[in-house]
């Protein structure tokens, strides 16, 4: 319905309030049934009506206690369809309640979620010029700028130079590109290059990655002091003053007392720092102007004589060739520049600092490398253009007539100054010797000095803050329990003062070593390792076409991510082969570290997406391949109930399948959907994360049916996926179906017969103490609740009084008498009840245990096409069961005992399945005893029509009215089959009675032939007073096979 303006005279929607569009207003009540809960109340929506939908709004989708904002939750579907249903009813409610999780089931474990310390009033938010250009600018120009850069262009030649540059950028760039776009995709908090791989890649890769990253940043600001430290030093020396020995000790002391300094402006807080930085940047570039002035200054001769003439096109000429010296060559020349271009994360490092991250961190980081770039190849090529590579320093090496001038200074020779002798000798000066090009060729040297000091400091400052931050971050997703104590933030900020600790007392201790020339390669390859999970986690999430993957920044391609990934690795061999194996060996211990503690998080990574990518496209694979009788493994549909119900029964299952195929654990919720659909959907998270905390590598399946027959039938039907389907069902033996009723017995027996109809495998557990203990369960969990009431009412009571700590006073007299009920309930049970209740709880934890030396059972009396044989053979394959022996038992004829045992032997042995006995039973035919039978008479007595005994006409009503009911002619009929029942119990008691488990072959009772109480006798009978009996029948098609 559209809405129009009043002016004018246009059409008005009356009812049309524009303030209730927005997210819904909750409201604290007190419910009739003790639950405390928000209510939402119904509104008149820009629709015109009374509605609880909610028009599209972002409060809608925040996290659970994010600190952006209020969190608001729509109406779930359940409310909505209720609401309709009481409609039609005619009972509108015009509240809703409104659970604490809300309907979207968002996970509230992300840092968005974390409340801050302190009031969010005051904190300090930095725009991406001071908070992200600057920083990486700064952290980008290091001393290389003034130093190295002369001696890397003259040993590469300004071409190669120009390359070498240009393949750093490069390497820097798409990184840049990777790194907006995965920041593009959601909010960015605190944390860095941490934050942006963990959320993609998980906590696995984030974990590993962030610890090595934050130590990294924490040597840095000492490599960097301990440069300005360095330069303190030579400059004393120049001035001939030292502090102690004009060497490390003056060092040390200089590099303590700078990182004391920087830690007072770090803790001082992020505004006093970023202060300190825009200081720095202005000496570095009027440093830098400086160089550039000194350019076009008239050489003096002093100057001359040191290699620097002005722009000359033939110094510019003889400079453009590689020159490579001593062991240098192209790839040790990069290795030496390249660290020079890294600092790209210095505005990530702070993202949590930043106004805006995903808008500031692509422009200023993509900016702060153009900038740099472009900046190191003016600088190298001014340079390039103005000094040539050997100078002796000395005014008086003229060109004099006669004397050859040759060497590698020809341009000099055209200039008037014969530098020959270095070709002979060493000289101090030009591109190739002098470090300090820079100092020379400027307009005012002591400048150059300044700008080297702010390019170190500005460096370390950049480091002591990420460090700390990034930190934080990977201790607040308490990712390394032991470190969850630096999580902990102070002031308006959230300021890591822990963590600014911890980085100042590394930082102090690699101080003291005074020389970090061993360290600097596995730094620079810590970052580089960085990089490379950047330019992956972009690939990633691209590569797993993930719906959620929208990144905003769209300049950014997979594939040049990955090329990007590929050349960081390539680059960090290049640096230093071994730094780079170190680098790897850490970041996979923490990996395999973190793997195996498996964090307790979830944040929608991108490994989750191509997992599930793998599983579709692997099921797809499987489905276009047909089934191969050497590839057949048991995949069971256990009909458990709640996976806490029958723990034996799923043990079994488990043990059967283990990690190898798939195990399906159901249950059937009986009853009228709109009644049990809310407990069903309850239980299936609560149970499949009970599997994975127990680690059963299984999977839960509920349905919700009028009846258990007919639930049963739908996961038989529709369970698994493709290939991936169950074919052997898992039941447990109802013990009371003497006392069920009809209809629980037939619908208990029509699940085996529709089990046959769809060519299950069909496999039976049953236990003498039973495997329901879900009465015990349930006795626990109210203790538990008995437990957790008191204790809070405990901890509702002042110590020296009966008054409550809040505002709200609770009278204890109801708590009370509600423990007082919970005990009752809980109170120990009989001492005969106990005693059954211990023996059952000792039995459902039989097969988690390992068996004691024993044997496994199999009578094998009917082939079924080996699923008999199989099972317990799997089993022997286990870890739990390895101390137990197979013995087979098969049906067979007197004269003939021999010959069967032999054709077993054989066939045993085609199958490749070790047996340590096989056993022919040659009295099977034999009429049980009548002891055996009157047990069975007074078992299915109950169940008989007797209607032998009746005229035709009264026997044909009895059979109308009870038709469940064994009938004389049904018995007469079986009476073989059901005498063979009955023998082979004592069969099995002579010679089986001491088995850890014995395997049966499982009788098949004939549809609308053979009555459902029959059957349950049969199967009664047969496995009465045996140890753990399974009995079994596969569905008749090979699952062994003896051809290769």
Not at 538 to 553: E, I, N, Q, T, V
Not at 654 to 669: A, P
Not at 956 to 967: L, V
């Amino acid at each position: 319905m559209e809405r129009f303006k009043s002016i004018g005279g246009e059409h008005v929607n009356p009812a049309y309030n524009s303030t209730l569009d927005e997210p819904p207003v909750y409201e604290e009540s007190n419910f009739s049934n003790g639950e405390h809960r928000t209510v939402r109340p119904s509104v008149v929506s820009a629709f015109g009506h009374d509605t609880l939908d909610r028009m599209p709004n972002i409060d809608f989708y925040r996290n659970e206690g994010s600190v952006s904002g209020h969190r608001a939750v729509r109406p779930s579907l359940q409310e909505l369809h209720d609401v309709f249903q009481k409609v039609r009813n005619g009972a509108i409610s015009d509240t809703m309640q409104d659970d604490k999780l809300g309907s979207d089931g968002i996970p509230s474990d992300d840092i968005e979620s974390v409340l801050p310390t302190d009031s969010g009033e005051g904190t300090v938010k930095f725009g991406w010029i001071r908070g992200v250009l600057v920083r990486c600018m700064l952290n980008i120009w290091g001393v290389m700028l003034f130093i190295r850069l002369s001696w890397v262009f003259g040993q590469a030649g300004w071409g190669l130079g120009i390359v070498i540059i240009a393949l750093s950028c490069v390497v820097t760039t798409v990184t840049g590109l990777s790194m907006s776009a995965i920041c593009t995709n959601g909010v960015v908090r605190g944390g860095g290059a941490y934050y942006l791989i963990s959320r993609s890649l998980g906590p696995e890769f984030g974990g590993s990655i962030g610890l090595i990253f934050a130590f990294a940043n924490a040597v840095a600001v000492a490599m960097y002091v301990v440069g300005f430290a360095e330069t303190v030093v030579d400059l004393l020396k120049e001035n001939e003053a030292t502090i102690i020995d004009g060497d490390i000790n003056d060092i040390r002391i200089i590099g303590c007392i700078t990182v004391v300094l920087l830690l007072a402006i770090s803790v001082a807080g992020m505004e006093w720092e970023a202060k300190a930085q825009i200081v720095l940047l202005v000496i570095l570039l009027v440093a830098i102007g400086n160089m550039l002035v000194g350019t076009v200054i008239p050489a003096t001769k002093d100057k001359k004589s040191k290699g620097f003439f002005n722009y000359q096109s033939n110094i510019f000429l003889e400079n453009f060739t590689p020159a490579f010296r001593g062991d240098e060559t192209f790839f040790s020349v990069f290795a030496i520049f390249f660290p020079a271009a890294t600092g790209i994360l210095a505005g990530a490092n702070i993202s949590g600092d930043l106004r805006d991250p995903q808008g500031g961190l692509p422009k200023g980081t993509l900016l702060a490398i153009l900038i740099t770039g472009i900046t190191y190849l003016v600088v190298a090529l001014c340079v390039s253009a103005t000094v040539v590579r050997d100078a002796t320093g000395n005014i008086t090496d003229l060109i004099t007539p006669g004397i050859p001038c040759n060497g590698s200074a020809i341009a000099a020779c055209e200039l008037g100054y014969n530098f020959s002798s270095c070709e002979l000798q060493s000289c101090k000066f030009g591109l190739m010797n002098n470090f300090q090009v820079m100092t020379m060729v400027s307009g005012f040297g002591p400048l150059i000095t300044a700008g080297t000091f702010s390019a170190t400091l500005s460096s370390a400052l950049a480091s002591l803050v990420s460090a700390p931050k990034v930190f934080q971050a990977l201790c607040k997703d308490n990712i390394y329990k032991a470190l969850y104590f630096f999580a902990k933030g102070h002031g308006k900020n959230n300021e890591p003062i822990r963590g600014y600790v911890l980085t100042f007392v590394i930082s102090v201790a690699f101080i003291l070593i005074g020389t970090l020339n061993t360290i600097a390669p596995i730094i620079s390859n810590f970052f580089l390792a960085s990089y490379a999970l950047i330019n992956f986690s972009c690939f990633h999430a691209s590569y797993a076409k993930s719906p959620g993957w929208r990144p905003g920044y769209k300049y950014y391609n997979m594939w040049l991510s990955l090329l990007g990934a590929l050349l960081c690795c390539v680059v960090m061999f290049v640096i230093n082969w071994w730094a780079a194996v170190l680098t790897y060996g850490i970041e996979i211990l923490l990996y395999i570290y973190v793997t195996v503690k498996k964090p307790d998080v979830n944040w929608g990574s991108s490994t989750q997406a191509v997992t599930f990518v793998s599983a579709v496209s692997n099921a797809l694979s499987l489905s276009g391949v047909e089934d191969h009788v050497k590839n057949f493994r048991p995949q069971v549909l256990a009909l458990t109930g709640s996976v806490r119900t029958r723990p034996a029964l799923l043990d079994l299952a488990h043990s059967f399948t283990k990690n190898y195929g798939l195990c399906l654990t159901c249950e059937v919720f009986v009853g009228p959907r709109s009644e049990v659909f809310q407990e069903m959907n309850a239980n299936i998270e609560k149970n499949q994360l009970w599997l994975g905390k127990t680690k059963r590598k299984a999977f839960y399946a509920g349905v919700a049916c009028d009846t258990f027959r007919e639930g049963t039938e739908r996961l038989l039907q529709a369970s698994g996926l493709g290939r991936m389907k169950p074919n052997t069902l898992m039941i447990g033996f109802k013990r009371n179906w003497r006392t069920a009723g009809v209809e629980a017995v037939q619908s208990y027996v029509g699940v085996l017969h529709d089990a046959f109809d769809f060519e299950y495998g069909t496999v039976m557990l049953r236990m003498n103490q039973g495997l329901d203990v879900s009465h015990l369960i349930e006795a626990e969990e109210e203790m538990l609740k008995a437990v957790r009431e008191q204790q809070a009412l405990e901890d509702e009571m002042m110590p020296n009084g009966d008054k409550a700590k809040g505002l709200f006073r609770k009278s204890r007299k109801p708590s009370q008498q509600v423990i007082t009920t919970r005990v009752s309930v809980c109170s120990p049970p009989p001492p005969q009840v106990a005693k059954m209740n211990e023996r059952l709880l000792e039995a459902s934890m039989q097969f988690k245990k390992k068996q004691p030396k024993g044997t496994i059972d199999v009578w094998w009396l009917f082939d079924d096409g080996g699923l008999t044989l199989l099972l317990p053979y799997i089993l022997t394959t286990r870890k739990k069961w390895k101390d137990c022996k197979l013995r087979i038992f098969i049906a067979g004829q007197p004269e003939h005992s021999d010959l069967d045992k032999e054709e077993m032997k054989s066939l045993l042995q085609k199958f490749r399945i070790n047996c340590s006995d096989i056993h022919v039973i040659d009295d099977i035919h034999v009429r049980p005893s009548s002891e055996s039978l009157r047990k069975l008479g007074d078992m299915i007595e109950p169940f008989c029509l007797h209607e032998g005994s009746k005229d035709a006409a009264q026997a044909e009503a009895m059979q109308r009215d009870q038709p469940w009911k064994i009938t004389d002619k049904e018995l007469n009929s079986f009476e073989e089959k059901t005498n063979l029942q009955v023998r082979l119990n004592e069969v099995i008691k002579e010679n089986s009675r001491s088995a850890n488990l014995i395997f049966v072959s499982m009788p098949i009772a004939r549809k609308e032939a053979i009555s459902d109480f029959l059957y349950m006798a049969w199967l009664d009978i047969l496995t009465k007073d045996l140890p753990t009996t399974l009995l079994i029948r596969g569905n008749h098609k090979s699952v062994l096979t003896f051809y290769s």
